[in-house]
Structure formats: structure tokens, C-alpha cells
């Protein structure tokens, strides 16, 4: 005899609240890899690098993008490898430390980023940002700047 489904409304609040988490970035990761492939040869993963470097005003240290993207160190290093060679990003001494580089967005890399950045954002819009007024977004933002310090432990 099959069983019912869990509600959530049956399932423990914690339990539902990481459900949730794994669920959203299944289903909208894989939606934006998706459309980001089809309309830019993109993976996901290369987007987030092009994100990061888009946010800083600054070339960023490879280190630290290792540091703040969900990508280990070598696979930052094989994914800037990629996007130099597509000429998007420059990798420069650092003046810092002579042993690191640092990767800025070339023009070419902004305005590609800013192609692809407004593909993930419509192709976003009718399954989150549409659905989340500011208030809702301001409770995610809180709740990840709160486990993201955990990833380190």
C-alpha cells in the first residue's frame, strides 16, 4: 500500500527549512545553467566567477575567488583558464604578492557578464524574484550571511 506524501505542515520546521534550501538550489541552479548554456555556452559555475568579478571594483586576488565562490580552488583556476581564453577575464601579477595573480573582467568580459547577468535574471524572475517581495529577498539575504560563515567549519 503506498504511503501519503508528507505535508509540510507534517514535517519537523527544521527538516522542511533544509528541504527547502536543497530544493531552491537544485531546481533554480539547474534552471539558470540551463539558459545561460543554451544562450551564452556558459555553465553556471563560469557565471559565478563573471559575478563576482562584475561586483568588485578591483582585480580580485584568485585566492579570494576561491575563497568566495561554491568552487574549490582548482576548479577556479580551470575556470578563469576558460574564460581568459575566451577573452573575457586578464589575470595580472599581483602587486601584493609576486606568487598570486589577480583577475579583473576585460570590456569585452563586462559586457558578455552583463548579457548572461540579464538572461539568468529573466529567466529568474517568474520562479523567484517575482514571487519574493523586498522584504522576503532582505529575510534570504539574512538567512545566508548567517550559514555562509558555517561553510568554513
Not at 509540510?8 to 527538516?15: L, Q
Not at 555553465?43 to 561554491?70: H, K, Y
Not at 580551470?78 to 599581483?94: E, I, M, N, Q, Y
Not at 598570486?100 to 557578464?113: D, K, Q
Amino acid at each position: 500500500m503506498a504511503k501519503k506524501k508528507l505535508t509540510p505542515a507534517e514535517m519537523p520546521v527544521a527538516d522542511h527549512a533544509f528541504y527547502g534550501l536543497v530544493w531552491a538550489g537544485v531546481v533554480l541552479t539547474g534552471r539558470v545553467d540551463r539558459a545561460l548554456s543554451k544562450r551564452h555556452d556558459l555553465p553556471v559555475s563560469w557565471f559565478e566567477v563573471l559575478l563576482w568579478l562584475a561586483s568588485s571594483p578591483d582585480p580580485v586576488p584568485a585566492s579570494v575567488l576561491g575563497n568566495s565562490t561554491m568552487l574549490s580552488r582548482s576548479q577556479v583556476s580551470r575556470v578563469v583558464d576558460a574564460l581568459h581564453g575566451r577573452g573575457l577575464v586578464r589575470r595580472t601579477p599581483s602587486p601584493r604578492d609576486a606568487r598570486s595573480v589577480e583577475v579583473s573582467l576585460t570590456a569585452e568580459g563586462r559586457r558578455f557578464f552583463e548579457e548572461a547577468d540579464a538572461t539568468r535574471r529573466e529567466c529568474l524572475a517568474p520562479v523567484f524574484t517575482d514571487l519574493l517581495n523586498e522584504e522576503d529577498l532582505e529575510a534570504l539575504s539574512r538567512v545566508w550571511r548567517k550559514l555562509k560563515p558555517a561553510r568554513d567549519h
